[in-house]
């Protein structure tokens, strides 16, 4: 059990450009996560997967965002023409079925 | 919709003090589980302990123990004979127990525990 895994630790980039960001689950975790939390506050839910199937968007997910899980394994998250307001902790989580999450470090995004 | 409360932004105490973290939440299920998780400086949120809204016992792992009250809609996390190495964002979170649902969390927006030496 390696952990759930987030590429890269960290990205600083310029407003309006994109991003993308890759999360490796748990191997054999059908479910994959998404969360951002800014400073002060808790995780906010972003999207989720069931094997490659992404079953559930939040309102916060704009259409500048896009998620993916091609073959049921890995994720990426890509954000396009980025904003000031993108800058956070962008989280990752995995699981088994309903089973408690595990998380990854995180990507923390930095928008100048 | 589904919320949860950490009333307690911050919290500093010395060591070997209990310390005590409240959590209050709402949601309009009837079976849902409650979540405590750590999130130490380096970042990796933790999980420490998943409990069934169906199950009130309150339970003890060490120093920790958590207290479940469905009547108050509360779950409260104590840390006995705090620790330095315990100094971290702590954030309760709330999630459906359907299936279908997936678990996806709804978190409080933590208290941050600092224990001094």
């Known amino acids: 059990d390696t952990g759930v895994s987030q590429d890269p630790r960290h990205k600083i980039t310029k407003r309006g450009q994109n991003v993308t960001f890759r999360c490796d689950p748990i191997?054999?975790?059908?479910?994959l996560y998404w969360y951002r939390q800014t400073l002060g506050q808790g995780p906010e839910f972003l999207t989720y997967f069931q094997n490659e199937a992404q079953l559930e968007k939040s309102r916060l997910l704009s259409d500048r965002f896009s998620a993916e899980r091609p073959k049921g394994s890995f994720s990426t998250l890509e954000i396009q023409r980025t904003e000031q307001g993108d800058s956070a902790m962008y989280l990752c989580a995995s699981s088994v079925g309903n089973q408690p999450q595990h998380f990854g470090d995180g990507t923390r995004l930095s928008i100048l | 919709a589904q919320k949860v409360t950490q009333a307690q932004t911050e919290i500093s105490v010395v060591e070997k003090e209990d310390v005590t973290l409240d959590c209050v939440y709402e949601?309009?299920?009837?079976?849902?589980?409650l979540f405590w998780y750590k999130q130490p400086p380096s970042g990796e949120l933790v999980f420490l302990i998943r409990r069934n809204s169906f199950d009130e016992q309150n339970e003890i792992s060490g120093r920790y123990s958590w207290n479940f009250q469905k009547s108050t809609s509360s779950f409260n996390f104590t840390i006995t004979a705090s620790q330095v190495v315990d100094s971290a964002v702590y954030f309760c979170a709330l999630s459906e127990a359907r299936d279908t649902n997936a678990g996806k969390s709804t978190f409080g927006d933590g208290t941050t525990l600092t224990v001094k030496p």
């Open positions: 949601t309009r299920d009837t079976t849902y589980y």
């Open positions: 191997s054999e975790h059908n479910r």
